[in-house]
Structures are given as C-alpha cells and as structure tokens.
C-alpha cells in the first residue's frame, strides 16, 4: 500500500528562480530557491526546451497570465527538494529571467527579460507557481515519475530507464553520452540517430553492450546502477563505432541507425579488404535495381548472399502477365505443365496449368550474375518450385 503524501503549495517565479544557475555545457538547470531546489536530479532528462518555441511559449503564458500547469517537487529532507515534474518550465524560466534568450514584443521586436518594461519583469516575477511537494519512498517516487508527462512532452524509454536505475553508473553514463559538446557527436551521428539530450547515443550504447551479453538493457542498468564506472559500457561503444567505420571507408546517409550492435556482434571476426568493400557499396549503389540501399551493408558483410536485403526490383505485373499468357499458350500446345521445371518433371504436375496467381516470377539469369527484371530475362515458375530454387541457390553458394 502507498504512503506518499503530497501537500499543495504556491510559490511565485522569484523565489523559485531565486539562485537560479544554468550550466550551458550541460544543458542543465541546476538549481533555485537560493539552493534548496535541486532542478535536474539525476533521474531528469536533459533541458530540451533550449532554443525552440516551447521555452518561449513558457514566458508568454507568464506575460498573458494563463497557468503553466502543476509542478511536483520531492522532499528530499525538510529543507531541501528536487524537481519531479516540471524542470523543462522551470529552466525556461530561469533561463529568461538570467538573459539566455529573448521573446517577440507585441512590436515584433525581441526583448530579453532585462529589456522589458518594468510592469511586465514584475508580471512575470510574481506568477504564481502552484506546485505539490510529494514525500515517499524512492520506489514509490520514481513509479509516480514514470506516470507523468513534463509539459506535454512524454518521457522517451531511455529516459524512463535513467529514472527508475539512477544512480552511480547512470551519472557517469550521461556525463560520457548525454553530453551535447561531446567532440564525438559528429561521428556517432553518421550511425546513431538523434540526440545526446534525448539520450539516444546512451540507449544505443546499452543495447550493443547488452547485446553482447544476451541481456536486456533493463538488466544490465539494474546490475550497474550502483557502480561507478562506465569502462565496459564505452570501449564496447567506441570498438563497434571504430569497426564501422574501418570496413566501410564510405560515409553514407543510409547507414544511419542501422543495428550495428547486432551487425558487429555476427560479423567483427570476419576479415575484410575494405578497398573491395567500398568498390561493392560503389557499385550497388550504382545498380538501378537496387531499392534498399540501407540493406546494402549487411549484405556485403555477409558474403553477397542475400539479395533479400536489397529488395531487387522485381517484374511488374505487365511483364508477369504477359511471360505467363506465352508460358501457358505454348504449354497448352505442347501438351506440357506452364512451369517449366515442372514440365521436365515425371510427378503428377508434369501437365498441370498453374494459375497465375500460383505462380512467381523468377530471373532467368540471377540479379547477382548480372540479369536484369526486364522480359527477356523473366520466367513464371510455380511457387513450389520457386521457392526450391531459392533454397538450392543458397546451398550451392555455401557448399562452393
């Protein structure tokens, strides 16, 4: 049964922002009400609002006197708290009334809080802020963190994940992969997508290290929540980025947020000649027939096999239907089966008409050995026979 108690109070803007600090590296508010109000524990996400409309729309409900919402602290002693829900508002706050950045006048004319008429510094000074303070168990703090939005904005899972196993590991973790001057953010980007404030680079570094264990990134958090040190966690990341970046010399938007945890774990002892590498990425993506580019390279880590990742445009229906009416007028003539490997065939299908929609169009020469979807090149087989020979092509290749 639940014991946390909550208990409704009302501040104004200049006792909470009263001590306000804001550390631009970091992109942190840290602190407020002359240092008794902690604005980012270490279970908060990273100040997201910076330099978007959101932290604007902050300051011009203040001037136009609409509510900015509930604002949750938690008593981390009788004299000190910490923000549960609500720091995104309180460091556009903060951030305004210490002149980071300016809003539009009614003029169109951007002022900074320092610039503005007195009136409305004083406005702004004295909103009020109705916040509860909540007081529980840590348990139970952090289960009420994952239930709220923070001004409309909904906490991704990496974050939830920081919250409910912060800790040690977790600081440490976020200094090395939450941080937004990280001279390494450029590289990463090439493989990793989104931000180091949306803790993207820290979620996919705990899935590749996770993976490498065959544990959930849940797991390993939970059993490194209380260890400071990070060392595993970022030699695993920097060693995969580093071997992305020695096979394929090659820097291509498609590449992208593929899973190269998963590619690396399946494929880092195989040797590669990364001139040749990048002589078969030329050329694939040169190849008109090529439509996923994106597939094209875990298919040359694995061999050049599966044409399945490269989605090989295939016979449209025009094509198909016009092979398949040949195909059957010169079976029925002949007295022979539609499909060709069934007509050479001695089982009870040596003089069966397949339906079109039975059958599937294959290349007559493979994709792979230079044959194109064009219909000199096609041929319907029946689908059993189709998929027989996909199957064969693959152990031929494996047995070669």
């Known amino acids: 049964m639940s014991c946390m108690k909550t208990t409704l109070k009302t501040y104004i803007v200049s006792d909470i922002v009263n001590g306000f600090v804001y550390n631009e590296l970091e992109g942190k508010g840290l602190f407020g009400l002359s240092g008794k109000l902690t604005i980012q ?44 829900d609500g720091q995104q508002r309180i460091t556009s706050i903060g951030r305004f009334v210490t002149g980071k950045f300016a809003v539009k006048d009614d003029n169109g004319l951007d002022q900074t809080f320092g610039s503005l008429a007195s009136d409305k510094q004083t406005k702004i000074m004295n909103s009020e802020m109705l916040v509860y303070h909540c007081e529980g168990k840590e348990s139970e703090i952090k289960e009420w963190f994952k239930t709220i939005n923070i001004a409309g904005v909904p906490l991704n899972e990496q974050e939830l994940l920081n919250a409910i196993y ?64 990070i060392t595993e966690l970022k030699n695993y990341f920097y060693t995969v980025i580093e071997w992305i970046s020695t096979v394929f010399r090659c820097v291509e938007k498609e590449m992208c947020g593929l899973e190269w945890g998963k590619l690396y774990e399946q494929y880092h002892t195989k040797a590669y000649d990364p001139a040749k590498v990048a002589e078969s990425i030329k050329q694939l993506y040169s190849d008109p027939y090529v439509k996923k580019r994106s597939g094209v390279f875990e298919y040359v880590l694995g061999g050049e096999i599966d044409t399945k990742l490269l989605e090989i445009r295939v016979f449209d229906d025009v094509v198909k239907q016009t092979v398949y009416n040949q195909q059957t007028n010169e079976a029925k003539n002949k007295k022979v089966s539609n499909c060709p490997y069934c007509a050479i065939g001695h089982d009870s299908s040596k003089n069966k008409i397949w339906m079109l929609k039975e059958m599937d169009a294959d290349h007559v020469t493979a994709w792979s050995k230079g044959g194109a979807p064009e219909i000199k090149n096609c041929q319907m087989l029946c689908r059993p026979h189709n998929q027989a020979r996909g199957i064969n092509s693959v152990l031929c290749y494996m047995l070669y």
């Open 41 to 84: 524990p270490e279970y908060q996400r990273n100040y997201i609002y910076a330099n978007e409309r959101k932290e604007v729309a902050v300051i011009d409900s203040l001037l136009k006197g609409y509510p900015l919402g509930l604002i949750y602290f938690n008593n981390t002693s009788p004299d000190t708290f910490e923000v549960l």
């Open 166 to 229: 912060s800790g040690k590991f977790v600081t440490l973790a976020k200094a090395e992969f939450s941080y937004s001057k990280n001279s390494n953010i450029q590289k990463w980007n090439t493989y990793v997508k989104g931000s180091a404030l949306r803790q993207n680079f820290l979620s996919t570094a705990l899935e590749w290290v996770a993976l490498s264990k065959n544990q959930t990134k849940e797991k390993y958090m939970a059993e490194h929540r209380n260890i400071a040190d």
